[in-house]
């Protein structure tokens, strides 16, 4: 018997397809170069296997050689060597020799010699280092007039920050100020405005002898203002005069350049002290690694921490946690843990911002089990967690799906009397919802009522509402919303989302466009989510309602609209649609780009267009919306359609039948079995049967040898015998005439 194409979806099938919007939408790749990458579990700090790595991308994958290394070669590598080859895969590319020579062009050459050996990563390592290091010291300023003048400091704070006020005040000094006096003054000035006055004055003194003291000091009050561009100009200034700038001058700027969000000055400056013979200190040292990491250069901050450690520096917990943040941006949990492992060694006790940037990444990477062990080690310690690192673990047990474990944090929370706030209920709410505890998340939104600083707010209620709203119960979430409206609070756009789901899934158009206006009166700014809800709202839609929801959307995503219009008509240039398609990809985020797609190949089915539904799929497949569909070994041939809505499964599934039957044509012999993923949904309390459901419906009406497994959840088999028998009688059935 053939395989019969399926004309419309069907209803629960759509409803599903909302709920694969917002809980099953896995960031796939659409022309773009950050590919995910799978890093190997063996890692060690003196020993590391580093594997090939699959890279999901257009590029065609390469062999990596291995090749034997001699006995004798073999040495303990460094952080830097075991950390190089994720470093690779998250930096630009290094700069060229040329990149070099014009940066060099731009540097003064040395005038001075240093006996402390100069860390440039920038440049290849020196062949000899001095184990020595350049300590910041502590400057203590007396002055036998140090109580007149810090009351006098207090005087100007209390002035009017305008140049008439403070040159009046500085007018009323008995004594002529000498640098130990103006350093004192301008430590104990509170304000930057002020303290920058007070330089300005000191300039326009005659009898005042400026040195490179006051300079740094005022460099210092306009760090603490961020004020960047008038550091730049104090420097020209100083250079100007012929003052040479010291150590504490380039120290001053670069941490100065990194607290104003400007990593790449902060660099710039960095790479100038090599050739003013200017040595960095320890404080200097941990500036740059994080100055480094926030610019994306990986490679240079792991060079500047390797040949820092080389020459004697001994980095702190602030070094460490500066890695840890850098590792945590990459996305590279295995180079987060190795530094955490090193930092361990070396006997730095981590701090609570430790560990919370260690449950940073992974709250990425889905280490539940490091995260709940890694928690313990923390608390084991002695050290208390705060909110941070609380919100962080409940975010890490939701996406694990750990209730118990959250729901026992929580309780240990009280116990303990830890701070909890809005944030860290929120947090727990949410995940209550997208697990299915309904019960407890009713009990979390009560106590919420009765706290004092922990009441509801919008997120809060669009948990609840969420809850309700997969439960099918309206008039619950109708509740929910208008106690919401009464209590002063403005609805968000997953609010309206969530309403517009409930109401598509039955029926009440009318009410989806409701909700739609009062979006816009509102001006809440709807998103990708958004539009893609009222997608999925189009694939329930009846012939008759779909004008009604294609007006919204045509006001808030037109080139989407355009898109579901030319869907409709008889005939179409299907590779101007392709183009259209290629443009509304590029510009939705990574997780909307296969739920838009499942929802257009659902309505070509309405439309009873299933070859212009194959058509999409192959533009997906081609955009990398589609990507991991087919699991070969050589036991198990498996179509994964977990995450595709019930059209866009029919689909693949036909595709893949085409491709098996293919290869028996071939010769190629099948594998002993032959299996179909399509997951078990995603809540507990989900109400429609599901995509499992729907799939084992059809893959028994067509007769297929595909049976529903008992040992593994969301899967369906057929042996290779009776595969073969089954692709065979629809070949023959095809073959032959009515």
Not at 134 to 161: H, M, N, Q, Y
Not at 306 to 334: C, H, N, Q, S, Y
Not at 412 to 421: I, P, R, T, V
């Amino acid at each position: 018997m053939a395989l019969a194409s399926a004309s419309t979806v069907p209803a629960s099938a759509n409803a599903n397809a909302g709920t694969h919007f917002y809980t099953h939408c896995p960031k796939t790749q659409f022309l773009k170069s950050n590919s995910k990458l799978k890093f190997p579990h063996t890692y060690t700090i003196n020993s590391w296997r580093c594997k090939p790595h699959r890279i999901i991308s257009e590029a065609k994958p390469t062999n990596t050689d291995i090749v034997d290394t001699p006995q004798s070669a073999i040495r303990n590598p460094s952080m830097a060597d075991q950390l190089k080859p994720f470093a690779q895969e998250f930096l630009d590319p290094k700069p060229s020799a040329d990149d070099t020579h014009n940066l060099n062009q731009g540097l003064l050459k040395s005038k001075s010699k240093s006996k402390s050996a100069w860390v440039n990563p920038g440049r290849p390592r020196a062949t000899v280092l001095e184990l020595e290091r350049r300590k910041r010291s502590k400057v203590r300023v007396w002055t036998p007039r140090i109580g007149e003048l810090r009351l006098f400091a207090a005087k100007l704070d209390a002035c009017e920050p305008t140049r008439e006020a403070i040159f009046e005040a500085l007018g009323s000094l008995d004594e002529t100020l000498n640098s130990k006096d103006a350093m004192v003054i301008m430590n104990n000035i509170k304000g930057w405005e002020k303290a920058y006055l007070f330089f300005q004055w000191l300039k326009s003194n005659e009898d005042f002898q400026m040195n490179v003291v006051v300079y740094n000091v005022t460099m210092k009050a306009l760090r603490r203002g961020y004020k960047w561009d008038l550091l730049e100009e104090l420097l020209q200034d100083m250079l100007g005069r012929g003052i040479e700038p010291d150590n504490i001058t380039y120290s001053t700027i670069i941490s100065c350049a990194r607290r104003c969000n400007l990593p790449e000055k902060a660099v710039e400056w960095f790479e100038r002290m090599s050739e003013t013979g200017c040595v960095p200190d320890e404080i200097t040292y941990t500036t740059m690694i994080d100055a480094y990491s926030r610019a994306g250069k990986v490679q240079e901050a792991l060079n500047l921490y390797e040949r820092a450690r080389a020459v004697g520096w001994r980095p702190d917990t602030v070094t460490f946690t500066t890695l840890l943040k850098m590792f945590d941006i990459a996305g590279d949990f295995d180079g987060a843990l190795i530094t955490f492992q090193e930092m361990k060694a070396l006997g730095v006790q981590p701090n609570v911002v430790t560990y919370n940037s260690m449950f940073a990444a992974l709250g990425k990477t889905g280490r539940s089990s490091v995260a709940k062990a890694l928690f313990k080690e923390m608390t084991e310690a002695g050290l208390k967690p705060n909110k941070v690192t609380l919100s962080s673990l409940l975010r890490i047990y939701g996406k694990a799906r750990w209730a118990d474990d959250a729901l026992k944090l929580w309780e240990n929370m009280k116990e303990q009397g830890w701070d909890k706030d809005l944030i860290l209920y929120n947090t727990l709410l949410s995940m209550c919802a997208d697990i299915g505890h309904v019960e407890e998340a009713v009990m979390l939104f009560e106590e919420m009522g009765m706290s004092e600083n922990c009441k509801p707010d919008s997120w809060s209620y669009t948990s609840m509402i969420n809850i309700y709203t997969s439960l099918g119960q309206i008039e619950e979430a109708n509740r929910m919303f208008n106690e919401m409206m009464e209590g002063g609070i403005r609805p968000n756009v997953m609010v309206c989302t969530c309403l517009m789901q409930c109401y598509g899934k039955a029926k009440r158009f009318d009410d989806v466009v409701r909700i739609f206006n009062m979006l816009i009166d509102e001006e809440i700014s709807p998103d990708d989510k958004f539009y893609g809800c009222l997608l999925s709202v189009l694939t329930l839609c009846e012939k008759e309602e779909i004008g009604k929801v294609l007006v919204c959307l045509e006001k808030v995503n037109p080139k989407l609209c355009l898109i579901v219009k030319m869907l409709q008509e008889e005939e179409i240039d299907f590779a101007v649609l392709q183009e259209e398609l290629r443009t509304v990809f590029n510009q939705a985020s990574d997780e909307v780009r296969r739920p838009f797609c499942n929802c257009l190949i659902d309505l070509c089915y309405n439309f009873n267009f299933p070859e212009r539904a194959h058509q999409l799929f192959s533009a997906g497949t081609l955009f990398g919306v589609y990507p991991n569909l087919h699991i070969m070994s050589s036991t198990e041939w498996c179509l994964n359609v977990s995450s595709l809505s019930f059209g866009a499964a029919l689909t693949a599934f036909q595709g893949w039948v085409s491709s098996l039957s293919k290869a028996l044509q071939d010769g190629k012999e099948l594998p002993p079995l032959l299996g179909i993923h399509t997951g078990h949904g995603n809540h507990k309390y989900s109400s429609d049967q599901g995509l499992a459901g729907l799939f084992g419906s059809h893959l028994t009406e067509e007769g297929t040898p595909f049976q529903k497994s008992t040992e593994r959840v969301g899967w369906f088999f057929a042996k290779r015998e009776a595969a073969i028998s089954w692709l065979q009688s629809r070949q023959s059935s095809i073959l032959t005439p009515c």
